[in-house]
């Protein structure tokens, strides 16, 4: 009997606000590997990410988000095995997703690793989760989201579950991480809080 093949898990971490999301992504990721031999992370900061950690991330957890994932590449390396469609991931998540990795990623700019790796989830139809930070939205990031849905992708802007009640803002990340990896098919388990209606007593 053919032996089933690891689940591998892609994070793309670009230069938008939000690299705590990431981290929290992450974490999150990191303890469902130690749970599941069979799945792994794949990790992938751009250039702009790092500098955005730099102002949003401390230096414990600046070293955390680098040293986290099972496996790390860097943007310009196209020979990585997921950038074939061969050997593709099994999803891939963008967080925080930039509005220049949205554009390249919706006109197939394939020219980094981070956006042949979205290429090659679109093609093989595998799930590819954008979690776009910008506001307000002009006309053409909305086209840019528009080409991406209808390609297959999935566009989930990381907004807050305030319903929730977040004691923090590490909390609010953790939720909105959870979130976002669920819909790469994980199974979040206690991870993703759900909403209960107040009690009628």
């Given at each position: 009997?053919?032996e089933q ?35 792994s992370?794949?990790l992938?900061?751009?250039?702009g990410?790092r ?9 414990s ?13 860097d ?7 997921f ?5 593709p ?8 997703c930039?509005?220049r ?8 700019q ?14 093989e ?7 776009v930070?910008?506001t ?7 086209q ?30 953790e ?8 819909l ?12 209960q ?5």
């Amino acid at each position: 009997m053919r032996e089933q093949s690891p689940s591998k898990i892609g994070i793309v971490i670009s230069g938008a606000s939000g690299s705590l999301l990431a981290l929290q992504a992450l974490r999150i990721l990191k303890a469902l590997t130690n749970k599941n031999p069979t799945l792994s992370s794949h990790l992938i900061i751009t250039q702009g990410a790092r500098r955005t950690a730099e102002l949003e991330l401390n230096a414990s957890q600046r070293v955390e988000l680098t040293a986290i994932a099972d496996h790390i590449y860097d943007d310009n390396n196209l020979t990585a095995t997921f950038a074939s469609g061969s050997n593709p991931l099994s999803g891939l998540l963008v967080v925080p997703c930039s509005i220049r990795s949205l554009s390249a990623i919706a006109y197939s700019q394939t020219d980094r690793l981070s956006i042949r790796a979205a290429d090659v989830m679109l093609k093989e139809r595998r799930p590819l989760v954008l979690a776009v930070r910008e506001t307000p939205f002009h006309a053409g990031h909305l086209q840019a989201m528009q080409l991406i849905t209808q390609m297959g992708g999935i566009i989930a802007p990381p907004v807050p579950a305030f319903y929730l009640a977040p004691k923090s803002i590490d909390e609010l990340a953790e939720q909105s991480a959870a979130r976002l990896l669920a819909l790469l098919g994980l199974d979040m388990g206690n991870w993703l809080k759900q909403w209960q209606p107040p009690s009628s007593d």
